[in-house]
């Protein structure tokens, strides 16, 4: 290591004295201003973590949701996963290292990880559209130049894109090729050959009105469009050309705001959808005959892909094991229509998508989703390899099924959710069951719920368990809320600190009675308030 040449031109992307940032369940994010020797210290990072690892590392700059002047950047690991917990310690300490301190931070890290300094390193980098990505992105390559890592950068990338060509990389083109024309021909492929299978598949499966947040899911659809054309035709609004990233618009503003966005006119019983800033996540709406706003979000999204997976799976008569991961905030009626109806076990982690991940990575097939859209499928390599198996051994209607779960397989990005391939299979299943967006919409009826969030002077001073839905700390907190939800029926709340925002977050679901409501709020002013709160703002989903 040439401690010399780093802290040269450490210098030239110096850390402005006493800023503090951690890596957190999204990697560093906050003004783009504010970014720069993080960008240069997570190249150097990346250098160190190619080298232990001896695979291609992948970082993405991106503030995904977030308003166009922010930024951030989060490092892909050999399997397109999130970065492993150890190294996010490591991340967070160098980037907070004064200047003077950060050669010396940057060789602990690598003597306490045991990395081989001789080992090559290999480096991937991609961007969303913010104004601010070019250069912060520039920033990067010279954090992985001055350790002498080589590097490709991709360019403008939607942030799956990404875990999806770490992946490809990793295993030697095996999960496909890793370029941007590897992505569409897996993909479409797979969409094709769905598709092909369906007995009917009249116009109005055939058009989708698409909100692109103003970001890249925008140029990156518009890439992948010639290849699906003849299967679907894409209609995308908010491609940037005109709007503000992410403002009024986005899978984001849509779920939390319970309204369509900006921008999309909608006709009734259209079937529309929102991605995010970084096309990590998708939601799917409608306004019915009556002109109310329906939403369709990511538990729905979970339960129409899990059932339509449960019945390939009965077709083949094969007994794979199938799992649904959500989290706390998936709607007490998803799960008890998934357990109760569907006769799948459900499972709940933290917040934060690296959690669900890894749960369901226990599974044959395990489905994930966060209710605000960010979810996949992943197959384990065993399943992978008897479903192929089954797709040539089978014969007639089995055979059928088998070939379809072969294409699912295909069509779903295992690295990463992904709001392209998502559509895609959810496109692909509409057309393949003959459902409309209504008849999937009536799956089950969500419960009434409410998110509010609470600025309190210490966040942390909450400490939870049980996968977020019980408060350990401070005492009396959770006492107060059982006594709340024990007079209502089929109620649920919990409190639990953001991750990415300095606030709480409150989370309340019942079903229609106006008085929880205000005991809620209650609760939330009695409680919150002793703790140095400054008010808060609910955000209404269905009027209890
Ligand atoms: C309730 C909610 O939507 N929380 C979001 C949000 O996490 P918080 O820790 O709740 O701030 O941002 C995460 C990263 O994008 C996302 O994974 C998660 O679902
Ligand atoms: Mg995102």
Known sequence: MDLDAITKYSALHAKPNGLVLQYGTAGFRTKA?????????????????????????????????NPEEDNGVKLVDPLGEMLAPSWEEHATCLANAEEQDMPRVLMDISVKAAVNLQQDAFVVIGRDTRPSSEKLSQSVIDGV???????????????????????????????????IEGYCQKLSKAFTELTKQAFCSGDEYRSLKVDCANGIGALKLREMEHYISQELSVQLLNDGTKGKLN???????????????QGMEMK?????????????????????????????????????????LKELLLEI????????????????????????????PVYCTKTGVKHLHHKAQEFDIGVYFEANGHGTVLFSKAAEIRIKQLAKELEDKKRKAAKMLENVIDLFNQAAGDAISDMLVIEAILTLKGLTVQQWDALYMDLPNRQLKVKVADRQVISTTDAERQVVTPPGLQEAINDLVKKYKLSRAFVRPSGTEDIVRVYAEADSQVSWDTSIKKMCSENLTALGSRGGSWREKKTI
Do not use: W
């Open 33 to 65: 201003e504010h970014l720069d020797h993080v960008m240069f210290r997570m190249g150097l990072l990346a250098v160190l973590r190619s080298k232990q690892t001896k695979s291609t590392i992948g970082v993405m700059v991106t503030a995904s949701h």
């Open 317 to 344: 008569g094969e007994s794979l094991n199938i799992g649904v991961v959500q989290t706390a905030y998936a709607n007490g009626s998803s799960t008890r229509y998934l357990e109760e109806v569907m006769k799948v």
């Open 145 to 179: 130049t001055v350790l002498e890592g080589q590097f490709h950068d991709y360019g403008l990338l939607t942030t799956p894109q990404l875990h999806y060509m770490v992946y490809c990389r990793n295993t030697s083109g095996q999960y496909g090729k890793a370029t």
């Open 247 to 261: 403002h009024l618009c986005g899978a984001d503003f849509v779920k939390s705001h319970q309204k369509p966005p």
């Open 268 to 308: 009734p019983n259209e079937r529309c959808c929102s991605f995010d800033g970084d096309a990590d996540r998708i939601v799917y709406y409608y306004l019915d005959v009556d002109g109310h706003f329906h939403l369709i979000d990511g538990d729905k999204i979970a339960t129409l892909i899990s059932s339509f």
